[in-house]
């Protein structure tokens, strides 16, 4: 049976140098609690992702939430944040600066002035405005082995977090760190798994040969696909491994294979459909000691960096921290704003350690504010 104490071993055993222990700790005791919550409360399809264990977890425990992956959860809760009496949604409005206490604390944020004038809304504020992935100064300056990586996501993760809380002495923590991949499709942007090399696929360039060792880290791996003809590779596999990851992915069976994928019964048909010189990709599927089969799946994919692990310090109870460790009153940090539990390094990851990031100090923040109004 799962418990807190076997969710944090994983934790330590894949990300040993995470120094966050206290995070760590509040963070494992919200799994069970998040899971239960989403479902009852908030009328989210959650879904045991495989009755094996994977993705560096030493059993059963992740979780899926819709065919849509991440745009599934974010309906929902927005659903259910605007059927509270308690909660307004405001959209299109865009936050101009924190207002801050004569001692140093936070006491609410002003909105970019309008042909209203200026408008305060007062309270703690929660910052959940994304990293700064999208943002290549603030990659430059704090990641530089990522610069010659694109990305191709969304636009929203600008560093607004950073810029925001820079005034106050927020303390950025594991600022170099960040996901990368090298499967990133196009021309559709969506990402494979690392599953699918984990069930021996193969990388080839546009002159149908391979290039790389695919099973070496995800950095080196992204770059070297980077430094192909194009800045692109071409991910082939077969039924057999297509139907093994499909059976413990929803979102890879559903919206992620359909979208991104050729399909072809032969390898003259797959190289017709990727455009690539059969002659030698026949080689070197023939060659390829691994073994792949007939029917064939092909991907157009390149390296690509999908988001930054680093973010704004914070506390067990997600509140941010200055650069001397102390929490700054009324100021809280969650999701892609707040550093994460994977640590200071791009080349290790345990599967779900980002939701668990985001949404265990969303929770934390809001049972800490509830806290606080009820004391006070």
């Given at each position: 049976?799962?418990?807190?104490d076997r969710l944090r071993a994983d934790i330590d055993a894949v990300l040993p140098d995470h120094g966050e222990a206290a995070l760590a700790d509040a963070l494992v005791a919200q799994g069970a609690p998040l899971v239960e919550w989403l479902a009852d409360r908030c009328d989210v399809q959650v879904h045991l ?260 692990r680093g973010g704004l310090a914070v506390d067990a109870g997600a509140r941010v921290l200055d650069a001397s460790g102390n929490a700054i009153a009324g100021l809280f940090a969650v ?42």
């Amino acid at each position: 049976m799962d418990a807190p104490d076997r969710l944090r071993a994983d934790i330590d055993a894949v990300l040993p140098d995470h120094g966050e222990a206290a995070l760590a700790d509040a963070l494992v005791a919200q799994g069970a609690p998040l899971v239960e919550w989403l479902a009852d409360r908030c009328d989210v399809q959650v879904h045991l992702q495989s009755t094996t264990a994977q993705g560096g977890h030493g059993i059963a425990r992740l979780h899926s939430v819709g065919d849509q992956g991440g745009a599934s959860l974010i309906a929902a809760l927005t659903r259910a944040a605007a059927h509270h009496t308690h909660i307004r949604v405001r959209t299109a409005t865009d936050v101009d600066r924190l207002v801050p206490t004569d001692d140093g604390g936070v006491a609410g944020v002003a909105l970019r002035p309008d042909r209203r004038g200026n408008t305060l809304i007062n309270g703690p504020v929660v910052i959940a405005c994304g990293g700064y992935v999208a943002d290549d100064e603030l990659v430059v300056k704090y990641a530089p082995e990522l610069k010659d990586l694109p990305y191709f996501g969304p636009a929203g993760a600008k560093g607004d977090a950073l810029r925001l809380t820079g005034p106050l002495g927020a303390a950025v923590r594991h600022g170099a760190a960040g996901q990368v991949t090298a499967f990133l499709a196009q021309p559709s942007h969506l990402a494979l798994t690392s599953a699918v090399l984990a069930h021996v696929a193969i990388l080839v360039n546009q002159r149908g040969a391979r290039f790389t060792d695919e099973l070496q880290a995800t950095l080196p791996l992204a770059l070297a696909v980077r430094g192909q003809p194009g800045r692109v590779g071409y991910l082939l596999f077969d039924e057999r491994i297509a139907s093994a990851v499909a059976a413990h992915d929803p979102f890879f069976a559903r919206v992620v294979l359909p979208r991104t994928s050729r399909r072809a019964s032969s390898i003259g048909m797959l190289a017709k459909q990727l455009e690539l010189p059969e002659g030698a990709l026949r080689e070197t599927i023939e060659g390829y000691t691994g073994g792949i089969a007939e029917p064939y799946y092909g991907v157009r994919v390149t390296g690509a960096r999908r988001a930054m692990r680093g973010g704004l310090a914070v506390d067990a109870g997600a509140r941010v921290l200055d650069a001397s460790g102390n929490a700054i009153a009324g100021l809280f940090a969650v999701g892609g704003a707040a550093a994460s539990l994977s640590g200071p390094r791009t080349d290790r990851e345990l599967e779900g350690i980002d939701a668990l990031s985001g949404l265990g100090l969303a929770r934390l923040a809001a049972l800490g504010m509830a806290t606080a109004s009820d004391d006070g």
